[in-house]
């Protein structure tokens, strides 16, 4: 404030002559800004012999020239006081502001040589407004938690008459960071999370292991006590029993209690090596179908003495152990059929895969047979039957047409997807994408 | 009655009992003898060359080693031995060992007597006997399921439950070195992780217990 300036010496002073006033503010030294600059009853006004005038304010000197660089009827525009959550802190262009004040408040005022109620303020702060806020005639400016970053705050002032004339300040300062919010901090911290994870992750896979582990080798120590002990035992009683039937002249005799206790015998021991061996899990491996037919047609060649031929076998990869195994159980059986009772001159097997179908089909130009019930079950060998009831378990049909003296043809007919494994599929499905 | 014409055989079984069933079993038969009885391979071998029987009976499991080891001796002594497997094993891989030194007859035990009867027939008469259930098995051997040396003994120590380290340690090899053989063999034996290729070699009579 300035506190007075004699009336006799304004008249007479060359400031007063309408020429334009430039006002420099010496700010306070040692960050004593607001502190009254002198006493009440002094005079505070000097009029110094260079024709310019100082006066007293509680901002600073301030010191008045006639003629200078201002503009006239404008305001200069002078950022006063910076405060944090009520504290005062020196409006120091770089300034540093600790991380986590909450209320940033900017003062400002004109210094102005006349009537300062046309005055009026924008203020912008560069990283965060967007535009200019007016401030009206208000002389401060609020901002409350403002995030972590480099700002530059922009005051201009102006006189409404003269809205295109206006003087601005500016002050750059920085708000400091919370440790949490550094980038490096932050690095860091993701690091840890993702070695806490690695860890965690491995921990799990290793006990994992472990238990697999410890399961394999008490399936192991089963396997093998049953077979050093239940299965040895059984093979050596059986062994025995065979010996003692060939002693005997019933040994044929299906209703005999010893022949009885024989087969029985035989079968619990092929029951508990299938035990001790069915270790394996669900996922069992594929079978190379192709393979595995032109395989079983050799051998065919073989035991008939006729050609038994593969007609047609589509490649065809990931048929799935357990579909698999019956397939190739229901063709043998055809092939034993034809070759045992019909008497052909050739067997053909053929393997197609046509849109969501798999085919398979075993022909022979034999004698043929009528289909009765009969013949399936009542001369001992559950042929067909058990064909037909080994396709009905995998999904699948089994058709015969057989005509005396033209033949038979044994068609197997199961769906595409049935037939492959889950793990082809996932891995044919992979190569698409 | 026993002249030339019997067929005399020494039976290789390391239980005794199974040995007495085979024994009583052959001597039910006119034209048969079991001349000699051994329990371990070394046995085997000796009572070979004692004997120098028509036939062999050859368990596969034995205290001191491997049948087809035993095999392998006897067939180096006398490359026409006629030697047929009798045993719990069924897996492709000991077949094919088995056929691969020499065996011509390949029986899963828990057969019916006239089985047996017929095997030792087929084979002295100088015929392979396979029933369908082992040609059933070795059919579906594909060969690229073949290992190498070093990839065997790998397994052999994946089986035995050692770490990739160990088993570097033990075949001097570095650890990298032992993953790739680890991934071969995986691929080989058709499987996705360690333990199911423990089974598989187990079922397949890559390794015994």
């Known amino acids: ?433 | 009655m026993r002249d030339e014409t019997c067929i005399r055989i020494l039976v290789v079984d390391d239980y005794p009992f199974t040995r007495t069933g085979i024994a009583a079993i052959l001597q039910s038969q006119p034209d048969m003898e079991a001349c000699a009885q051994a329990g371990t391979v070394s046995d085997a071998v000796r009572l070979f060359d004692e004997h120098e029987p028509d036939l062999t009976l050859m368990d596969l499991r034995l205290p001191d080693g491997h049948g087809v080891e035993a095999i392998r001796l006897i067939r180096r002594k006398k490359p026409s031995a006629k030697i047929i497997v009798l045993t719990t094993y069924e897996g492709d891989e000991d077949i094919h060992q088995a056929l691969q030194a020499g065996a011509m007859g390949y029986l899963i035990k828990g057969m019916s007597h006239d089985v047996l009867v017929k095997a030792i027939r087929r084979v002295y008469g100088g015929n392979r006997f396979l029933p369908p259930p082992v040609t059933q098995t070795l059919s579906l051997r594909s060969s690229s399921s073949e290992l190498s040396q070093r990839e065997r003994e790998v397994l052999r120590l994946m089986v035995a439950g050692k770490t990739n380290r160990e088993i570097g340690e033990k075949l001097h090899i570095k650890e990298p070195t032992v993953k790739s053989h680890i991934t071969l063999i995986l691929m080989r034996l058709g499987v996705t992780d360690r333990t199911q290729a423990v089974v598989k070699a187990l079922k397949r009579g890559l390794e015994h217990l």
């Open chain 1, 1 to 433: 404030m300035i506190s007075s300036i004699p009336e006799e010496e304004m008249d007479d002073d060359p400031l007063h002559r309408n020429r334009p006033l430039s006002v420099t503010l010496y700010r306070m030294p040692y960050e004593t800004n607001g502190v009254q600059l002198c006493g009440a009853r002094m005079s505070t006004g000097y009029l110094a012999p260079d024709d310019t005038v100082w006066f007293a304010s509680d901002h600073g000197a301030l010191h008045v020239i006639a003629g200078g660089n201002g503009v006239e009827g404008t305001p200069t525009t002078r950022i006063v006081g910076l405060s944090l959550d009520g504290a005062n802190l020196p409006v120091k262009e770089g300034i540093q502001l600790p991380a986590g004040g909450k209320r940033l408040a900017f003062s400002f005022v004109p210094l102005f040589l006349g009537p300062q109620m046309g005055i009026r303020f924008l203020y912008r702060l560069e990283g965060f407004d967007n535009s200019w806020v007016s401030a009206g005639s208000g002389h401060t400016a609020t901002y409350t938690n403002l995030p972590a970053g480099t700002y530059r705050f922009r005051v201009r002032s102006f006189d409404v008459s003269h809205p295109d004339l206006f003087t601005e300040e500016s002050f750059d300062f920085t708000k400091k960071p919370f440790v949490y919010q550094t980038w490096w901090f932050r690095l860091l911290f993701m690091t840890a999370m993702l070695g806490c994870i690695l860890l965690a992750y491995t921990l799990r896979l290793r006990s994992v292991r472990n238990r697999f582990a410890v399961v394999l080798e008490e399936r192991t120590r089963l396997a093998r006590e049953m077979h050093d002990t239940v299965i040895r035992g059984c093979i050596g009683v059986s062994m025995l029993m065979e010996a003692i039937a060939t002693q005997r002249d019933d040994a044929f005799d299906d209703n005999d209690l010893f022949n009885v206790s024989r087969e029985q015998l035989r079968s619990t021991i092929s029951e508990a090596r299938q035990a001790v061996w069915d270790l394996r899990r669900n996922d069992e491996e594929d079978i190379n179908l192709p393979h595995s037919l032109a395989a079983l047609a050799e051998q065919a060649t073989q035991a008939f003495g006729i050609p038994v031929m593969c007609e047609r076998i589509d490649p065809m990869g990931g048929i799935s152990g357990s579909a698999g195994h019956e397939l190739l159980m229901v063709t043998r059986e055809a092939i034993a059929n034809a070759g045992s009772h019909a008497n052909p001159e050739w067997i053909q097997i053929s393997a197609s895969l046509d849109g969501a179908d798999l085919t398979l089909s075993v022909i022979d130009n034999g004698i043929g047979f009528v289909q009765t019930a009969q013949t399936s079950s009542a001369d001992g060998h559950y042929g067909l039957i058990g064909m037909r009831e080994r396709m009905n378990r995998i999904g699948g049909t089994l058709t015969i047409h057989s005509k005396s003296d033209s033949g038979t043809e044994v068609v197997m007919k199961l769906r595409r997807a049935t037939a492959e494994s889950k793990y082809h599929r996932q891995r044919s499905r992979g190569k698409l994408q």
